[in-house]
């Protein structure tokens, strides 16, 4: 499977490398199931360092919710099943509401196939006539309609499919993290998020650039109430079509990372205005500053992009005194937050806010953990296996993540030798210690002992 070629392909890469380039893999471990070990561990090393290519492909359905992280092997082979059912279902009513000359699906076929025609056509995955891989852009988004037919399908759509097909090469797995992604963006394209985004990145820039802020505001259409909707674009699609196809990968991974922020696109965007600067205040004019914008990240470097919005990030987070009304962006997004999963049967490493790292034994308890993506993937019942919902059956679920029970009887080890004595403590009966058993009252042996003892001291004297 898949899976097994990752882990088989993480040894021989962790083997062949060179030493810096193999300590972008060392979060990488999995168990004897094929769980992943250290999820904080593995977000945290992608948001600062990002993906090498080689298991891109594997990892995006990990970042994206198609694989819970601690999903197993064989749990995974169950999710892989029951979306390859689901997708040939939506496949077969596609060609059957084709057939049947439905309206509403006619009228959306019919911009996908114009849509699809003209998407990244320059790049040479989907350049040339008859290119089959433009076949399969028209059958997912097609699939998605029927998958969610109350948004349908929206322009702009096309362009997040496009990188997801060309990183998976396969129809499957790009359907799955598209349905995922759309999940994540869903709300930009019902224009629910958009006004609150564009809110938070004019009182980032407020607050870094005052000046750049100011004149920002007298360049906007409407003669002083900029929204920075000169900025819409980029955070509709999440700079899809700002930077080439090969620049967006570690733009998207690390804003899927959800890593200290659930909305690193603000940083991102903040960073990009900051970076031309002097050359947004010599602009006066609303019409100028848009397609100055529009056409400004193709001949930017992505790896200072990011650099500048990591600085950015670390300042606001560091700051003593954070205004109001940008703590938010400190807040990882309600259901998309990362919160590590209680680990069951082995030591797992954790991360505190000091440098420093412990280790955890976590609970015995033969418990499954529940599903980080409940909303995404239903809860299972008797045999039944995780399935693509329907987004009108998310709306109906609990959108925040369910609560994991605590570990019971968590020890704490600072070294191996500690560690594997907290171990044999932690498999021997339970026994009050010490200190407990001093508070204790003593029996009635003792007493008489001790009755006895002070007559003699008193019979001496």
Not at 225 to 231: I, R
Not at 257 to 271: D, E, L, N, R, V
Not at 274 to 295: G, T
Request: some cysteine; hydrophobic content about 40%.
């Amino acid at each position: 499977s898949d899976t097994r070629k990752l882990e088989a392909l993480i040894n021989s890469v962790l083997v062949s490398w060179s030493a810096a380039a193999a300590e972008r893999m060392t979060d990488w471990r999995v168990d004897r199931e094929g769980r992943l070990l250290d999820e904080f561990g593995i977000r945290k090393n992608i948001f600062l360092k990002g993906l090498d290519s080689r298991i891109r492909s594997e990892a995006w359905k990990f970042l994206l919710g198609v694989y819970p992280f601690y999903s197993t092997r064989e749990e995974r082979a169950a999710i892989d099943a029951t979306n390859r059912t689901l997708y040939r279902d939506l496949r077969l009513r596609s060609i059957q509401a084709e057939a049947s000359s439905d309206s509403v699906f006619a009228q959306n076929k019919k911009i996908i196939v114009k849509d699809a025609l003209r998407t990244d056509r320059a790049h040479a995955f989907y350049a040339g006539d008859s290119n089959p891989h433009v076949q399969v852009l028209q059958n997912i988004l097609l699939a998605h309609t029927l998958h969610d037919p109350e948004l349908g399908y929206v322009q702009g759509m096309n362009d997040l499919l496009s990188p997801l097909l060309w990183v998976e090469r396969d129809e499957l797995d790009a359907f799955c993290c598209f349905v995922a992604l759309m999940k994540r963006m869903r709300t930009n394209f019902i224009n629910i998020n958009m006004q609150d985004s564009l809110q938070l990145l004019k009182a980032l820039v407020q607050y870094t650039d005052p000046e750049l802020h100011s004149h920002l505001r007298l360049c906007a259409a409407d003669g002083g109430d900029a929204d920075f909707h000169f900025c819409y674009r980029w955070l509709l699609l999440d700079f899809k079509r700002e930077f080439p196809l090969e620049s967006i990968l570690p733009v998207w991974e690390r804003i899927w990372t959800q890593h200290h922020t659930g909305q690193f696109q603000i940083f991102i965007a903040a960073a990009i205005l900051q970076m031309v600067r002097r050359e947004l205040l010599a602009i006066r004019q609303s019409d100028a500053l848009l397609k100055y914008l529009q056409d400004l990240c193709v001949a930017l470097n992505v790896t200072d992009v990011l650099e500048k919005a990591h600085q950015g990030l670390w300042r606001l987070k560091n700051d003593d005194y954070i205004p109001h009304e940008l703590r938010k962006l400190l807040i990882p997004l309600e259901g998309e937050a990362f919160v590590p999963p209680p680990i069951i049967g082995f030591v797992k490493p954790k991360t505190p806010t000091s440098a420093r790292r412990t280790l955890e034994v976590s609970s015995t308890s033969d418990a499954a953990a529940p599903s980080p993506h409940a909303a995404f993937l239903p809860p299972t019942t008797g045999n039944a296996t995780p399935v693509l919902a329907s987004p009108a059956d998310a709306r109906q679920t609990d959108k925040r993540r369910p609560t994991r029970p605590a570990p019971q009887t968590p020890a704490v080890a600072s070294s191996a030798s500690q560690l594997t004595a907290s171990m044999a403590l932690f498999q021997q009966p339970k026994q009050a210690p010490p200190s407990v058993q001093a508070l204790q009252p003593p029996s009635a042996s003792q007493l008489q002992h001790q009755h006895q003892h002070q007559q003699q001291q008193q019979q001496q004297q």
